[in-house]
């Protein structure tokens, strides 16, 4: 009897845990796992702290999670450079590879897009994303009981993405951001929301941001208020996310 082999999954943790995450969900990998894991090996490379896969290891895996970060995607920090072309080589090996926020723009940058400072300033709270009518069949969009014209998903980003790679499909957007998606191949899938974030863990986000001065207060609160009248559309997100992973 053949036994199938234990499918395995990396996350790129590009950001470092805050001290509420790891009370609260003892990390952010717990939190991707949580999202994305089904009951597979899940392992993960801190990245922002020079933790990255070996060559040798590549092969071994069958997707990988880039994850959001307060670093900008355009950075030429040292370990920013070895991430992108890490994700170059993922993309030649056509590995999957789901970037979300800072994934989602340095996988773009990677791969020979552009991107930069939002020219509409920081978005923060639930964003009505748009999907795009007519565009190309994707699986791991099949697995939903019908592709919905819009989703709603939480947002934290003063950065986006300009202009996708070549080959590359925009797949959502929004009023605020004309990239809220984009796939390449079948086996990239960028999305600038997070799938993975609670109400609670923005909320904690949004009061860093303000005792740091990064946001005024008003700002701040309307964000809030944004989070008290709606849910976003977890379930489904979590759905697309683990289908593309996963192949399905």
Same mark, same amino acid.
């Given at each position: 009897?053949?036994?199938?082999?234990?499918?395995?999954?990396?996350?790129?943790?590009?950001?470092?845990?805050?001290?509420?995450?790891?009370k609260v969900y003892g990390g952010y990998f717990n939190v991707f796992v949580a999202t994305f894991g089904e009951g597979e090996r899940w392992d993960?490379?801190?990245?922002?702290?020079?933790?990255?896969?070996?060559?040798? *290891?590549?092969?071994?895996?069958? =997707?990988?999670?880039?994850?959001?970060?307060? %670093?900008?995607? /355009?950075? !030429? +920090?040292?370990?920013?450079?070895?991430?992108?072309?890490?994700?170059?080589?993922?993309?030649?090996?056509?590995?999957?590879?789901?970037?979300?926020?800072?994934?989602?723009?340095?996988?773009?940058?990677?791969?020979?897009?552009?991107?930069?400072?939002?020219?509409?300033?920081?978005?923060?709270?639930?964003?009505?994303?748009?999907?795009?009518?007519?565009?190309?069949?994707?699986?791991?969009?099949?697995?939903?009981?019908?592709?919905?014209?819009?989703?709603?998903?939480?947002?934290?980003?003063?950065?986006?993405?300009?202009?996708?790679?070549?080959?590359?499909?925009?797949?959502?957007?929004?009023?605020?951001?004309?990239? *809220?998606?984009?796939?390449?191949? =079948?086996?990239?899938?960028?999305?600038?929301? %997070?799938?993975? /974030?609670? !109400? +609670?863990?923005?909320?904690?986000?949004?009061?860093?941001?303000?005792?740091?001065?990064?946001?005024?207060?008003?700002?701040?609160?309307?964000?809030?208020?944004?989070?008290?009248?709606?849910?976003?559309?977890?379930?489904?997100?979590?759905?697309?996310?683990?289908?593309?992973?996963?192949?399905?």
């Amino acid at each position: 009897m053949k036994v199938e082999r234990e499918r395995r999954y990396a996350l790129l943790l590009a950001a470092k845990d805050s001290e509420y995450v790891k009370k609260v969900y003892g990390g952010y990998f717990n939190v991707f796992v949580a999202t994305f894991g089904e009951g597979e090996r899940w392992d993960l490379f801190r990245v922002v702290d020079g933790e990255f896969p070996e060559t040798s *290891e590549l092969q071994e895996y069958d =997707g990988f999670v880039v994850s959001g970060s307060p %670093h900008d995607a /355009y950075g !030429n +920090d040292h370990w920013i450079i070895k991430l992108r072309f890490l994700l170059q080589t993922l993309d030649a090996m056509e590995k999957k590879v789901l970037g979300i926020c800072f994934g989602h723009q340095v996988l773009c940058r990677a791969l020979g897009g552009r991107v930069g400072k939002a020219c509409t300033g920081w978005d923060i709270g639930l964003r009505n994303v748009k999907i795009v009518k007519d565009m190309t069949p994707f699986s791991f969009l099949d697995g939903l009981d019908e592709i919905p014209s819009a989703l709603s998903i939480i947002e934290c980003h003063q950065d986006e993405v300009w202009e996708v790679p070549l080959g590359a499909q925009v797949i959502a957007f929004s009023d605020k951001t004309g990239v *809220e998606m984009f796939t390449i191949g =079948g086996h990239i899938l960028g999305i600038q929301g %997070h799938p993975e /974030y609670t !109400n +609670d863990i923005l909320s904690n986000l949004i009061d860093r941001l303000l005792n740091n001065n990064s946001i005024e207060i008003g700002f701040a609160e309307n964000s809030r208020f944004g989070l008290q009248k709606a849910e976003p559309d977890r379930k489904c997100w979590e759905k697309i996310c683990r289908n593309f992973l996963k192949g399905r």
